[in-house]
């Protein structure tokens, strides 16, 4: 049984020698939830304001879970776990093409869930605007992990996501993302604290997203190798896909770095947009570290070592300023190339691990890994 709870509150004004006792507007319930239909009438009705605790545990849904349920800037809608506690949402008994979590709504901050096992996307937000999703994980789904979609896509915030293992077996993992933002248009989108791995196409993918979107502090690692024994696998392994389906959008990537993939480490992808790469690295991708050949990209203090195809293919359009491939700048040692911290768990605040795993203490030049 689900278990609300209204709170509300009184204002006292004194009225010549009287009280007078005037109530405010009630606050919206906070709904704990301990069984999959609760969970899924509390995400259908949920209202400004409303908080959705969830007991741990792991929940089965057999349908997808949605909500069309706005909150607002000021009040909020929260879908979260009961406490500390750890709760797996799992799509094992959804239909094929499924989808765990679909929300088509604003202001809503969903945190610490797991969402696995889907038969399609696991999480998809569509025209969503003003969310916030930290701390959640999408792993092991039978399409991109995390997807923003649609147009009106405007000030949504990905904070410290993983999302690995997803692969999308009728298409033989070519359309598997970690985070895909594809399809749809609006500014102000930002991912940050990102871990991006073993999924069977890229790690971060902007096919025919038409705005600006900021990707910050994030790893991408490990996309597009074929894990799954399928003999016509066809995913492409880019750490970071930043366009394609001729939109021409500057998207903005900071202090992140993509490694192991079985593609480029970064590509515009046919973006000729004046894309932005500032301070990142690239290392052992098998194919370029950096891969920009028809468009404008702002290439600056990058770094790039020992990948497949070489460190960087650019066009007569890019400007490239303080990368370790111009003149005059040299590459900085790393002080380690063992990734095996970077898959620890995270800081207590959600952060990156802690590594020394491509970090060579400059100030001027590559990713600062965290």
């Not at 349920?69 to 000021?74: D, I, L, M, R």
């Not at 025209?127 to 399409?143: F, H, L, R, Y």
């Not at 900085?332 to 620890?344: C, E, H, K, R, V």
């Not at 952060?351 to 001027?364: E, H, I, K, R, W």
Request: net charge negative; glycine share 12%; charged share 15%.
């Amino acid at each position: 049984m689900s278990r609300r709870t209204a709170l509300s509150l009184g204002a006292v004004l004194a009225l010549g020698a009287g009280l007078a006792v005037i109530p405010t507007q009630a606050q919206a319930a906070t709904v704990v939830v301990s069984n999959t239909t609760d969970l899924s009438d509390a995400i259908k009705n949920a209202a400004a304001g409303t908080v959705i605790q969830v007991r741990a545990g792991t929940y089965y849904p057999t349908a997808t879970l949605q909500s069309t349920a706005n909150g607002t800037s000021s009040s909020r809608v929260h879908l979260q776990p009961y406490g500390s506690e750890t709760v797996k949402i799992d799509g094992s008994n959804l239909p094929d093409g499924d989808w765990i979590f679909k929300l088509t709504a604003d202001y809503w901050t969903v945190s610490g869930i797991t969402f696995q096992n889907s038969p399609d996307s696991a999480v998809v937000c569509q025209s969503c605007a003003s969310t916030v999703w930290e701390n959640i994980k999408t792993i092991n789904g039978g399409d991109s992990g995390f997807t923003l979609t649609g147009d009106s896509t405007t000030n949504n915030t990905i904070r410290n996501i993983d999302s690995y293992g997803n692969y999308d077996a009728a298409t033989h993992g070519e359309n598997a993302d970690g985070v895909a933002i594809k399809f749809g248009s609006g500014s102000g989108n930002l991912v940050t604290g990102a871990r991006l791995y073993n999924n069977s196409d890229d790690g971060l993918d902007f096919w025919s997203f038409s705005s600006p979107v900021t990707i910050e502090h994030t790893w991408a690692m490990g996309n597009g190798k074929n894990r799954w024994s399928d003999s016509a696998f066809a995913g492409d392994g880019n750490g970071y896909k930043l366009g394609g389906d001729g939109e021409v959008v500057a998207h903005v990537i900071n202090n992140s770095a993509a490694w192991d993939n079985a593609g480029n480490g970064f590509t515009e992808n046919s973006n000729k947009g004046a894309i932005v790469i500032n301070r990142t690295t690239a290392y052992a991708n098998a194919k370029w570290g950096y891969y920009f050949a028809t468009g404008a990209a702002r290439l600056g203090k990058n770094l790039a070592v020992s990948n497949g195809s070489g460190t960087v293919s650019k066009g007569s359009s890019v400007v490239s300023a303080g990368n370790n491939w111009d003149s005059g700048i040299s590459t900085p040692a790393f002080l380690s190339t063992s990734a095996t911290t970077t898959y620890n768990a995270r800081q207590s605040n959600g952060s990156l691990p802690v590594t020394t795993f491509l970090t060579t203490g400059s100030t001027t030049i590559g990713a600062t890994m965290d």
